[in-house]
């Protein structure tokens, strides 16, 4: 009716693409789902977590980045992108903490994986599983889950942000400039100069600068040599221990105020030059994936069971004696 309003500032607001249709899959409706895989079938399923980041940032600190990056994305390309899925899954030494709201990987598994089977029944053939948490471990059984265990017919992609930024991450310390005048002094961990940095730029209006500039400096706690375990995103190639092989020291005993590092180190301009070149790279490969498999076109990457060789004979044997009671 005229006049009204949404009473949600967040929920109720139709967000559009370039070409003013709706970039978020609850915002549809069914009509406008036809219409759209018809179009295009790919669909990013931001996933995320609700934890703690320190006393200057947002509890959905990961959800605020991956979706933010996944709405620019989707504006210019036409993609969809699903509801996030805000609670993840965590390692051992996050749990504890005020906020840290953790489920079982094995739960994350079984969530994921339905949420990819009824995506790819709805029509989205291009499914993409953009983590934006420390996760990144977990993902990929719950992509084979939805192939093996539900049959999802669908292209099912795992990725993380950080992944499209690699090379600028791995910068961090060195003293290089990840652009002009702009140089990264720490690695990517976790509430972090990196991480602030990104949310900062992203969601500007829920820092607390302040705070940040107060209690923003903690330091790092190991339980091994730094030369031997990577950082967060694993993006240090040459380290033989991936973060999340290790047991660190639990946050709640050496990171009370929920940050690690240096976030007093963050700064938006740092945030803007990481998230550019993501939004940038990701806009590439969706473009190109588009042209490749168009809407309904997707390489076979799933088995037909009944294909294989051990499944049940279409005709058996009689039990080779039969006895009735006299």
Known sequence: MPGLKPLSERWGKPVLNKDGEKIYLDQMTMKELDERVKKNDIVFVPIASTEAHGPFAPLGED???????????AYDTGVTVAPPIQYGSHP??????????PVKASTLVEYVSDVARWLSNAGFKKIILWNSHGQEYVLPIAKDVAIIEKEAHALILVTSWWKW?????????????????VRLETAFIHADEVETSVTWYVAPDLIDEETLRKEGDWGVFRVLPGKYVNAAGNVFIDKPFNWYDVSHAPEFYYYSKGTVGWAKLADPKKGEVIVEKVIERVKEFVEWLHKTYPPGQVPRTWINFEDLYYHKPEKWAEPFERKREP
């Open 63 to 73: 959800t605020l980045i991956g979706v933010s990056i996944a709405e620019r994305v």
């Open 92 to 101: 051992s030494h996050h749990y504890g903490m005020k906020g840290t709201i």
């Open 165 to 181: 930024a690699q090379d600028l991450l791995r910068k961090a310390g060195s003293g290089e400039e990840i652009a002009p005048g």
